[in-house]
C-alpha cells in the first residue's frame, strides 16, 4: 500500500510563531496536496504540487506557502502563525484520475 | 468552483441493514467522482470512484451516478459495525489534478 508520512503529529504553536509541517511518499506520485479539515467546512484544499520545484495555489492559499524541493517530499508553512489555522492537516500524493493516498494528519493547534 | 454538497448530514442504523448515502456536485463537466472513506484519527481512504453514467459494484459497495442531475449515490450493503466512519463524496475537477470535497456523512452502525 502507498505510504504517505507525516510530520509532526501534534504541533503546539505561539501567534506569530513560524510552523512548518512536513510531508514524505514513497510512492513515486508526481502529485501532492495539502489540505485541511475542520468542523463544518470539511477537507479543503490549500497548495498542491504537480511534481519537485512546482507549487500551485488552493481554495484557501491565504497566509500558508507551500514547497516542494523533491518527488518525495512537500512542505506547508505558516509564516506568521494565527488561532485561526487551529485545524488537523492532510497530505496526500496520487496520479491523475487515480486515487489519492493521505497520511495520518498533523493536529496543529495555534494558542 | 466546484460546490459538493452530501446528505445526510449523519446517519445511524443497526447492523445489516442497506445504507444509501447522497452527494450532489456543481459542474457538469467533472470528471470522476469519489468516495472516500475516513475513522476517527486516520486519514481518508478511497473506497470506490465512478466516471460513467450508471452504476458500478465492488463487494458490498454499489455507486450511482446521473450527470444530467448532477447527482451521485452511494449504497453500502449488509453494513457491518466496521463501517461506522465518515463518509466523504469529492468530485475531480475537469482540467486539474484536483478533488473537491463534501463535507461528509457520519454513519454509525449500532450492533
Known amino acids: 500500500e502507498a505510504a504517505v508520512t507525516q510530520s509532526p503529529r501534534n504541533k503546539v504553536a505561539v501567534t506569530g510563531g513560524k510552523v512548518t509541517l512536513s510531508c514524505n511518499q514513497t510512492n513515486n506520485h508526481n502529485n501532492m496536496y495539502w489540505y485541511r479539515q475542520d468542523t463544518g467546512h470539511g477537507l479543503r484544499l490549500i497548495h498542491y504540487s504537480y511534481g519537485a520545484g512546482s507549487t500551485e495555489k488552493g481554495d484557501i492559499p491565504d497566509g500558508y506557502k507551500a514547497s516542494r524541493p523533491s518527488q518525495e517530499n512537500f512542505s506547508l508553512i505558516l509564516e506568521l502563525a494565527t488561532p485561526s489555522q487551529t485545524s488537523v492537516y492532510f497530505c496526500?500524493?496520487?496520479?491523475?484520475?487515480?486515487?489519492?493516498?493521505f497520511g495520518h494528519g498533523t493536529k496543529l493547534s495555534v494558542l | 468552483q466546484e460546490k459538493v454538497q452530501q446528505s445526510p448530514e449523519s446517519l445511524i442504523v443497526p447492523e445489516g441493514a442497506m445504507v444509501s448515502l447522497n452527494c450532489s456536485f456543481s459542474?457538469?463537466?467533472?470528471?470522476s467522482i469519489w468516495w472516500y472513506q475516513q475513522h476517527p484519527g486516520k486519514g481518508p481512504k478511497a473506497l470506490i470512484?465512478?466516471?460513467?453514467?450508471g452504476n458500478k459494484k465492488e463487494g458490498r459497495l454499489t455507486v450511482y451516478l446521473n450527470r444530467a442531475s448532477l447527482h451521485v449515490s452511494l449504497h453500502i450493503k449488509d453494513s457491518q459495525p466496521s463501517d461506522s466512519a465518515v463518509y466523504l463524496c469529492?468530485?475531480?475537477?475537469?482540467?486539474?489534478?484536483?478533488?473537491?470535497f463534501g463535507k461528509g456523512t457520519q454513519l454509525i452502525i449500532q450492533p
Open positions: 470512484s465512478i466516471f460513467s453514467n
Open positions: 496526500a500524493s496520487g496520479e491523475p484520475n487515480e486515487r489519492l493516498f
Open positions: 469529492a468530485v475531480e475537477t475537469e482540467g486539474a489534478d484536483r478533488l473537491t
Open positions: 459542474d457538469s463537466a467533472s470528471q
